[in-house]
Nanobody
Framework: QVQLVESGGGLVQPGGSLRLSCAASGSIFSINDMAWYRQAPGKQREFVATITSGGITHYKDSVKGRFTISRDNAKNTVYLQMNSLKPEDTAVYYC???????????????WGQGTLVTVSS
């Protein structure tokens, strides 16, 4: 009913930048909050950043000042601008809509398939 597709991952050197995109499609009425999570090799998935429909943002402490989450509601797309990347940022990054409202008035929690970010020299 609702799908999220991430893009923009790849290999980048320490100190470099990358911008991830997440596009939503399907039977969407509205999506309020959107978020980014990540999962490093051998570790649990962790919260990275979130943004409300009103533009209120929250970040994991270790990415504050380096990452910026934003959204384009007309395109149903959320972005994650990542600057000053570190090797410890290496992970699969996942887009999340915890409460997407469908056209049939059903709330769904939706996850994307993930995009790999590798920070290495």
């Amino acid at each position: 009913q609702v799908q999220l597709v991430e893009s923009g991952g790849g290999l980048v050197q320490p100190g470099g930048s990358l911008r991830l995109s997440c596009a939503a499609s399907g039977s969407i009425f509205s999506i309020n909050d959107m978020a980014w999570y990540r999962q490093a090799p051998g570790k649990q998935r962790e919260f990275v950043a979130t943004i409300t429909s009103g533009g209120i943002t929250h970040y994991k402490d270790s990415v504050k000042g380096r990452f910026t989450i934003s959204r384009d509601n007309a395109k149903n797309t959320v972005y994650l601008q990542m600057n000053s990347l570190k090797p410890e940022d290496t992970a699969v990054y996942y887009c999340n809509a915890p409460a997407a409202l469908t056209t049939s008035r059903r709330y769904l929690a939706v996850w994307g398939q993930g995009t790999l970010v590798t920070v290495s020299s």
